[in-house]
């Protein structure tokens, strides 16, 4: 049993840090409430936090904006050491007026979505009582950059998150602390159109 357990956290470790090889994705550090029980709902509220580290699979102006990610409608299906929920949807906001704060989650989503999407299934893994993963594909469907996006690359980004409830990680009124990414699965490439001066450019 400790053998097995050692391996499957190394095996979330391995997950979790593929953001020294990732080339895109969406960082985030988020705060999440989960239900009482069965047919409950979590939610989670987070900030994107790449900066110029790490490219974005769209372009975020972080000089300008900040951006938050909010999780919403996830229902708890099945509890236990691996707990499943479904029906969640996603959203990234740009906002340059209401800094985001844990006391207040509306302040998450006040600003314009620049992308939406659902989380359709998600399953959460506990390691031990403070420590875990999370998994789930997300799908986006609206928001104003969604065009940024190839029809053929918006579908089933894997969303992956270590999970963590130590009381040092944990804001009040939350229960646990989301450190993730949600990320394609390939390279996106930006689908504005391009001048032949600029394509012929290119190749210089």
């Known amino acids: 049993m400790k053998k097995m357990k050692i391996t499957l956290l190394l095996l979330a470790q391995l997950a979790l840090a593929t953001s020294a090889f990732a080339v895109q994705m969406f960082d985030f550090d988020a705060q999440a409430t989960m239900p009482a029980g069965v ?23 972080f000089a300008n904006y900040e951006y938050t990610i909010v999780v919403t ?18 959203a990234i906001y ?4 209401t800094p985001s704060d844990w006391a207040s989650p509306a302040t998450f989503s006040d600003g314009t979505a620049v ?6 299934t998600f399953q959460r893994t ?9 998994t789930g594909f997300v799908d986006w469907t609206g928001g104003t950059q969604l065009g940024q996006l190839a029809v053929a690359d918006r579908t089933g980004w894997p969303f992956l998150t270590s999970v963590s409830r130590a009381a040092s990680q944990v804001q009040a009124g939350y229960a646990e602390r989301w450190d993730g990414k949600v990320e394609p699965e390939q390279e996106v490439v930006a689908t504005e159109q391009m001048s032949w001066s600029e394509l012929k450019a290119g190749y210089r």
């Open 115 to 120: 992308l939406t999407g659902t989380l359709a």
């Open 73 to 90: 409608g996830l229902t708890l299906n099945t509890l236990g050491t691996n707990s499943f929920f479904s029906g969640g949807t996603v």
């Open 39 to 61: 047919g409950g709902a979590a939610a989670a509220y987070g900030r994107i936090v790449n900066g110029q580290a790490v490219a974005t699979p769209i372009p975020l102006d």
């Open 94 to 97: 740009q906002d340059a007026a």
């Open 126 to 134: 506990m390691f031990t009582s403070t420590l875990g993963t999370g």
